[in-house]
């Protein structure tokens, strides 16, 4: 019982989120789309540092070089480049 009562509460929370979404979607389109963008690059950037920490450790690159990456020179190129890609696509809607 207890363990249909959680499903059940599980399902209405995400009916609720979906809701909620749908409405912040439809009335605050513009805001939406900068969280999204910004939960984009943040994304992206989570993966690169991961991804330079896998490289580091395997030898292919060095701490020095890897500071470059960390210190955020090279994340804030790609991430304005995408951004600069982001919006190209969302002018086109």
Not at 57 to 82: P, T
Request: net charge negative.
């Amino acid at each position: 019982m207890l363990n249909r009562l959680k499903d059940e509460l599980l399902e209405q929370v995400n009916k609720a989120k979906n809701v909620l979404y749908k409405e912040l979607e439809n009335n605050f389109e513009p805001i939406v789309r900068v969280v999204q963008t910004k939960r984009g690059a943040l994304f992206v950037n989570i993966k690169m540092q991961k991804y330079v920490d896998e490289i580091l450790q395997q030898g292919e690159i060095e701490e020095k070089e890897a500071q470059v990456f960390y210190s955020g020179k090279i994340f804030l190129e790609v991430v304005n480049s995408l951004f600069s890609i982001l919006s190209n696509i969302l002018n086109l809607f």
